[in-house]
């Protein structure tokens, strides 16, 4: 079992910044790949970024390249989202998610099927 505490979310104008945290326990970090999700009022949850278990392989959706960064500290047991230049239509909750089956220390989790364990969430809203 893992268990995913997230952190850091709140209401933002746009342009501004936030940092999400999520905090993991129940295994040990570097054995997990994280991955961030977020899902707005209506729509699927999407896969924004995530990092293999170094952090050495990084991935961001389209939509979030060059304003979202994900990094881990593994001696801290959290993956944190950085967040820049908000947009209304980052608008979500946003959800860390764990791996723990990845074998290669090195490889990104792309699937939300892939993912079983997850935090309860963290709200952003973003005002124009």
């Known amino acids: 079992q893992v268990q995913l505490v997230e952190s850091g979310g709140g209401l933002v104008q746009a342009g501004g910044s936030l940092r999400l945290s999520c905090a993991a326990s129940?295994?040990?970090?570097?054995?997990?790949?994280m991955g961030w999700f977020r899902q707005a009022p209506g729509a699927e949850r999407e896969l924004v970024a995530a990092?293999?278990?170094?952090?050495?392989?990084?991935y961001y959706s389209a939509s979030v390249k060059g304003r979202f960064t994900i990094s881990r500290d593994n001696t801290k047991n959290t993956v944190y989202l950085q967040i820049n230049s908000l947009k209304p239509e980052d608008t979500a909750v946003y959800y860390c998610?764990?791996?723990?089956?990845?074998?290669?220390?090195?490889?990104?989790?792309?699937?939300?099927?892939?993912?079983?364990?997850w935090g309860q969430g963290t709200q952003v809203t973003v005002s124009s």
């Open positions: 998610a764990a791996d723990p089956d990845r074998i290669n220390f090195n490889s990104i989790s792309y699937d939300a099927t892939q993912y079983d364990f």
């Open positions: 990092t293999s278990r170094s952090g050495a392989s990084t």
């Open positions: 129940g295994r040990t970090f570097s054995t997990i790949a």
